[in-house]
Every structure is written in C-alpha cells, then in structure tokens.
C-alpha cells in the first residue's frame, strides 16, 4: 500500500484546544477549569502531547503512522507482524516519555480491538456501532480512555449479590433513543487528557446481572459524568533536575462518576448480554496486557541502564556480587522482551484481528510483576544510601560550601560532583518516592492483578501434553515412544 496523505492526523496544539470543553474535573475538591493549564494536571496534558508530537518527528514518522495515513495505534492488527510494529510504537513512545507510558491511544485502542474482536459475537446493531466508533477515533485521531474497573464493594460476591447496588456501573433506565446509566469506575487513566471515554465490564456475568453488562462510548464533556483526579505523582515543587523523569510529566487516574449519564443508542455496543460481559472483559485485557508488556521494557532497560551507570560512578563494576546482579537484571529485561515478542509472533487472529498469545503475555506481565520489587532491590544496592540522603544542586552552588561538597563527591572514572549527583537523582526518581512507587504499584495492579494473571496462565496451559508425557516417563502409558507432537 502506498502511504497516503496523513490529513487525519492531528497537532499537538489541535490536541490541546480538543480537552478545552467544559468537562467536570475535580482536583483536591476543587473544580478544574481548564485541564490543559491546571498547575499539575496540565503536565500529565503535556505528557499526552508526545503521541502528536512524535508523529511530527521525522525519525519517528515512519513508526508512528500505518500506510493508510493514520496514526498506527489505529491500525487493527491482522499478524504477528502487524503486532510488533504496534509493540514497537508503544516502547518507542515509553521511552520518549521516559519510562511513563503515554497511553491516549494505547488503552483506547486495545478496548476498540477487543470490540472488533468481538462483534461476530454481540451482532447487529453493535457490531455497525463498534464500526463506525472505531472510525470515528481513527479519522478525528482522537485520544480515548478506558473505564473498565468497578469499585466492585464486596470482592467475593456478583454485582447483583452485592449489597450497595452501586458497586458496580449500571443500566438505570432503557429509553427508545439510548440508555440511562449509574455508577462509578476507579482508577481510570488519562481520563482527564482524552476525548473519549470508552467503558467496558469488568467481569464476568450471570442472568441476574444484565443490567450490569453494559458497554459503552461517550465523549468526556458528557452531562453528568465527573472525573475525580488523584493527586498521587503530583509534579507540584519538584525541580526537573533533582526529579528528571516525574517532575515535567503525570498521569491521571480518576474516580470517575456517572451520575444518571444517558448513552445515545449509537454509542452502547452491549446493553444487557451477560453472556458476552465476560469475554468482552477478557479480551480488553489480553490485549491490554500485551500493551503493558510493551510499554514496560523502557522501564526495565532504565533499571539495567542504571545499575551500570551506578556500577560505573563508583567503581564497582569488576565487583563479583555487581557482576551477578547486572546479570539478573539483564535477564529480567531480556526475559520481557523475548516474551513480548514471542506473544505477537504466535498471534491468533479472531474475526480478522490478530490476537498476541494469551499465555506468553500473562507470563510477561507476572514475571514483570514479580521481578520488579527484586530489580528495584538490585539497583538501590548498588546504587548507595546516597539515594535518599544526596545534597542538592542548591547546596552545590552555595559559596560557603558548595566547592567543597562537588569536590568529595567526585566518584570513579573521574565522574565530577555534579554528575554524580545527577546519576543519584536519576536513580532516586526511578526507583524511589512517588515515581518509583507509582511503578511499583502499576506493576502488580494496573491490568489486572497478579492472580489474574496467574488464573489466565492455568487455564491457558495445555495440562494433557505435560501430563501424557509425565504418564509415559511413569509407565503408565503403552506406547514405546512419546508422542510425536512436538511441545510449541
Ligand atoms: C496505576 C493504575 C492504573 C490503572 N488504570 C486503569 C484504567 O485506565 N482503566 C481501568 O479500568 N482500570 C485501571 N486500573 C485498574 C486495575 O486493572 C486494577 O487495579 C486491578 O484490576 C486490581 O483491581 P483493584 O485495584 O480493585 O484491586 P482488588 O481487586 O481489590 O485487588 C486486591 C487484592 O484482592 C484480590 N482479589 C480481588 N478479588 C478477589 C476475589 N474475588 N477472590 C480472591 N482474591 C481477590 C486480588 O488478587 C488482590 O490481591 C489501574 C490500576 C492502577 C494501579
């Protein structure tokens, strides 16, 4: 396919003047004007801004648009291939941001495909909805995200079990032109920077559940819909030097309100059909992880960089406990990216759209998961406790003491105070304080738990291979050979 003109694609600044629309944000109890100036949301607008600005970028064109012309996070995956250049994207944006996932198109999209995906299955009308829905983000280039968690009350029981009928985003009224809906849904990302909200159910549902299976788009300016923003990974007071990753960039979550929100008929892909609420659920997710394991390996390459780079300042490379903890680190960000890779080239392609390895992905994101508390570990260690007791630039150019101070902390290789000090604010950033918990805590929640994850791997696993062949090594199968097929 030859490329075509990119008209669909937009600025940064057209991107900007998109999020000035009167949506109900509120920040600390107080009610947010304008999100693209608010004194700390406006760095997670800014960070957004990346996914248009790339696009700009001559280096990055090639990454960031399909052939057709649009912004490739749009591009419906139809191989392996198509997948790794998705892949690709996500880590290249990651790390332009560095090491915070943009994600305005990221989330959107993998909801978008998992509606495609599903459209065989939830049929006229939705299928032409879901349709026309994904055309309208790809050609307006919008920015979406997605509410999919509930505040779910009771974690052991169903939504109609539930004693608060809130729990869990509902359908309050069916109305000939759309439907009535109450709720909330928490942790919702960059709800605050897109234009659309897309939402989806969170698990799966029985008969008495219906009016909880219920999926949907709406623009967020939408009457009644009102996000809550946390304020966790606030950029207030920090000095993009003693915080060079968080400090000019953010995300957003939000408690997000639907207060009796009606949905025009055009945008519900499913209003009732508990049987699908389950798989809807799914396949967002299978690929929204895939996603995340993309968008992870800037992290991981981070920590291997750093773990070098405080190996190096202070002479500790030769050192034989550094040497083991470089190697493990290493396999713990190689170990990601071949599994990353592997998933999208074992794709399955469902309703024409191709599905990255559901098996492969959850064990991604779970060694991810559970690796990443260790490797934080590692390069604290050889780091040093100056992490969290380092003197700052101020101190550095104070006449009283300042030359003083540069000098001491001159460290190997001739690294010279001020970059010492750097490296340090570098590695407190990353693995430290707000940012370094904010990923820490995205890494065992944010797409599903560590059980879920678990729960996927046992019932994607195909247990009669291992155990034919365990029968076999014990004597209790016949045959004088193993099987011939040939574990993938
Ligand atoms: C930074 C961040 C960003 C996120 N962004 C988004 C977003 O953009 N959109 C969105 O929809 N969601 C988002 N999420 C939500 C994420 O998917 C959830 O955090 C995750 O699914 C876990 O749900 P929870 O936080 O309610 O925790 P819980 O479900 O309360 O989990 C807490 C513990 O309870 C366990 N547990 C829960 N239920 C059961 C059960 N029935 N039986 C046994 N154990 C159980 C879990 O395994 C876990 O150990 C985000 C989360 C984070 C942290």
């Known amino acids: 396919m030859t490329r075509t003109d990119p008209t669909t694609l937009r600025t940064a600044e057209q991107f900007l003047e998109s999020l000035r629309d009167d949506r109900t944000i509120y920040y600390r109890g107080e009610r947010v004007e304008d999100v693209t100036t608010h004194p700390v949301l406006r760095h997670a607008v800014e960070h957004a801004c990346l996914d248009y600005q790339m696009a700009e970028e001559p280096e990055y064109r090639e990454l960031a648009l399909c052939d057709a012309g649009y912004s490739r996070y749009f591009e419906i995956p139809r191989s392996g291939e198509d997948l790794l250049a998705r892949s690709a994207l996500i880590e290249a944006s990651t790390r332009a941001g560095k090491t915070l996932v943009v994600l305005i198109k990221e989330i959107g999209t993998d909801a978008l495909f998992a509606l495609q995906a599903m459209s065989a299955v939830l049929g006229e009308p939705y299928a032409g909805r879901i349709n026309r829905f994904y055309e309208h983000c790809r050609d307006n280039d919008l920015a979406m995200c997605v509410a999919q968690t509930d505040v779910k009350g009771d974690r052991s029981l169903v939504p109609s079990q539930q004693p608060n009928p809130d729990s869990y985003l509902r359908i309050v009224e069916r109305r000939s032109d759309g439907i009535v809906v109450r709720g909330a849904k928490i942790h919702t990302s960059a709800s605050v920077n897109a234009n659309e909200m897309i939402v989806l159910p969170t698990r799966a549902m029985g008969p008495d559940d219906a009016d909880y299976a219920v ?45 009796d929100v009606f949905v025009p008929n055009e945008r519900v892909f499913m209003a009732g059909e508990y049987s699908a609420a389950g798989e809807l659920a799914r396949g967002f997710v299978e690929f929204h992880r895939f996603t995340a394991i993309s968008y992870k390996l800037p992290l991981v390459d981070a920590l291997v960089g750093a773990a070098l780079l405080a190996a190096r300042t202070n002479g500790l490379e030769r050192a034989g406990h550094v040497r083991d903890k470089l190697a493990q680190l290493i396999c713990y960000a190689e170990t990601l990216r071949a599994l990353t890779h592997h998933a999208a080239e074992r794709a399955k392609v469902v309703n024409g759209v191709a599905i990255p390895d559901t098996m492969l992905v ?7 998961a559970e690796g990443l508390h260790k490797a934080l570990q590692f390069v604290q260690d050889i780091a040093g406790g100056l992490l969290v007791t380092y003197p700052t630039f101020e101190d550095l150019d104070q006449p009283a003491y300042g030359a003083a101070l540069k000098r001491y902390l001159v460290s190997a290789s001739h690294t010279s105070g001020e970059d010492r000090l750097r490296v340090i604010h570098m590695i407190t950033d990353l693995t430290t304080g707000e940012y370094g918990g904010y990923q820490a805590v ?36 016949p045959q004088t050979w193993p099987s011939v097929a040939v574990f993938r």
């Open 215 to 259: 999926a949907f788009a709406i623009p967020v300016a939408t009457p009644g819909l009102t996000l809550v923003a946390s304020p966790y990974l606030s950029t207030k007071g920090k000095s993009d030097i003693e915080y060079p990753l968080s400090a000019p960039r953010k995300m957003v979550e939000t408690t997000t309100i639907f207060d």
């Open 362 to 368: 959850n064990i991604a994101k779970l060694q991810f």
């Open 442 to 477: 995205l890494a065992i929640h944010a797409e599903g738990s560590i059980e879920a994850e678990k729960l996927t791997i046992l019932a994607q696993y195909d247990r009669e291979r291992s155990l034919e062949y365990a029968r076999w090594l014990a004597g209790l199968e």
